[in-house]
């Protein structure tokens, strides 16, 4: 059975990344959503809400689960048993970081093998920094992530009663 990670911090989740996700499930019997406690950033929602919105949009794939995890990324697909990590490119200026980024995979453990996946066009801009920019601000954010993603978007920038 071929396994992938799809490692990321999803704070939180968009339609690129389901994007994303639809490519890996095709190539991969089981496929493992990872992710990242703590990946250097400050993020809007804890790692557990992250999997609560991120699971109601796994169903139309009973061969993916998520989970949350912490250190190096190597080491948690190695205990997953995985195959490989999975990423998304949405432009060239994401190359730089994830060649760098796969190539210190490999060199800290060499059977990981790194797969780049380039989501449909209509995602090529969408990222959850800006979308949660624009959620910050009051914008629709419907057409970047699920519905539940923004109803809790919504509750995480609604104006302090007094």
């Known amino acids: 059975m071929r396994h992938c990670i799809y490692p990321g911090t999803f704070d939180p989740i968009t339609y690129g ?3 994303v996700l639809s490519r890996a499930a095709k190539l991969f019997d089981k496929v493992t959503v990872a992710v990242a406690e703590s990946a250097g950033k400050a993020p ?4 557990e809400q ?4 991120i699971t109601p949009n796994l169903v139309k ?4 689960t998520v989970t949350t995890f912490r250190g190096l990324l190597v080491e948690f697909c190695m205990a997953q048993k995985g ?3 999975i990423r998304g490119l949405r432009a060239l200026s994401d190359f730089e970081f994830e060649f760098n980024m796969a ?4 060199h800290l453990e060499p059977k990981m093998e790194t797969l780049f996946v380039m989501p449909n066009e209509q995602f090529s801009y969408t990222s959850s920094t800006l979308v949660k920019q624009v959620a ?3 914008g629709d954010v419907k057409h970047f992530v699920p519905p539940n993603v923004a109803a ?3 509750r995480a920038f609604a104006p302090v009663r007094t």
């Not at 809007?44 to 790692?47: G, N, R, S, Y």
């Not at 190539?103 to 490999?106: I, V």
Request: net charge neutral; proline share 4%.
């Open 103 to 106: 190539l210190m995979n490999r």
């Open 17 to 19: 990344h389901l994007d």
């Open 50 to 53: 992250r999997v609560e919105m």
């Open 136 to 138: 910050k601000f009051g």
């Open 152 to 154: 809790a978007l919504s």
């Open 61 to 64: 794939w009973p061969h993916v």
């Open 83 to 85: 195959d490989a990590i």
């Open 44 to 47: 809007l929602f804890t790692a």
